[in-house]
């Protein structure tokens, strides 16, 4: 399916436009479903995304039913800056008295194999095939080198197959600390994929990945270019982000 691309004024503009795309794919889900289930990413990007959803109207009920995810994670204490589910408890997940058996984290405590064994078996267990195929929905950002989650170029986490989620004990952008990672098939079985992308330094990346000649196949040489989804794959961009 053609992904389809959104270039919005600036980087708030854009993060509230995803905001607002989760908030609706989420009220489909519960309709349908009574649940909804998101993976987010972590890094800098997502900071006004999480803070739009923390000034959504309506107290803590309005959460109910959302299942949240991690597509990665750093191995530090939640405590840590460089924690993605620190990050988004702090400007979200907390404020909003979201329940906390309603956050399916990455175990940061044990070594980094453990912790994606542990991870890929929370996963495989509430994604279990015949009930839930995947999340319905994973926001995912790039790095300048077109890594997504903790996906890099070059990395053998690339293509794995048959597990939800895998450790990355060097990643190949900063912060220099081991990651877990959801992995590109687990990725797939999403319902939605929103990429949220700002700032010029990601604009050549994304217009490789972007370019029609770039073919987002499972073969293309950027790791955000080989995201597929079960449905649609949505680019929310910043006008610094966004190429020529
Ligand atoms: C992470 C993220 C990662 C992020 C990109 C962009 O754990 O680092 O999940 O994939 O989306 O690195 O990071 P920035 O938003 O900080 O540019």
């Not at 889900?29 to 997502?46: I, K, M, N, W, Y």
């Not at 408890?89 to 175990?107: A, I, K, Q, T, Y």
Request: aromatic residues 6%; proline residues 10%; charged residues 20%.
């Amino acid at each position: 399916m053609t992904p389809t691309v959104r270039v919005l004024a600036d980087a708030d503009a854009a993060a509230r436009a995803v905001a607002a795309r989760l908030e609706e794919l989420a009220g489909s889900a519960l309709s349908a479903r009574g649940e909804f289930s998101v993976a987010v990413s972590g890094g800098r990007t997502p900071e006004p995304m999480f803070r739009a959803l923390a000034g959504r109207e309506g107290g803590a009920s309005v959460w109910h039913g959302w299942q949240v995810f991690w597509c990665d994670e750093r191995l530090v204490p939640v405590a840590d800056d460089r924690s993605n589910a620190g990050l988004a408890r702090r400007l979200w997940l907390d404020p909003c008295g979201f329940p906390r058996s309603n956050m399916h984290e990455v175990p940061t405590d044990p070594p980094v194999e453990e912790a994606a064994r542990r991870y890929d078996a929370t996963l495989r267990t509430f994604f279990h095939p015949g009930e839930r195929d995947g999340p319905d929905v994973v926001v995912l950002g790039i790095g300048p080198d077109g890594h997504t989650a903790s996906l890099f170029p070059g990395s053998p986490a690339l293509e794995v197959t048959g597990r939800w989620a895998v450790a990355v004990p060097t990643p190949g952008q900063p912060p220099p600390v081991p990651r877990v990672t959801m992995t590109l098939e687990a990725l797939a079985r999403a319902r939605n994929a929103l990429f949220l992308v700002t700032g010029a330094d990601k604009r050549p990346a994304l217009a490789q990945i972007l370019s029609p000649a770039s073919s987002r196949s499972k073969d293309a040489p950027l790791p955000a270019a080989r995201v597929a989804s079960a449905g649609a794959v949505e680019w929310f961009l910043d006008r610094a982000a966004a190429p020529a």
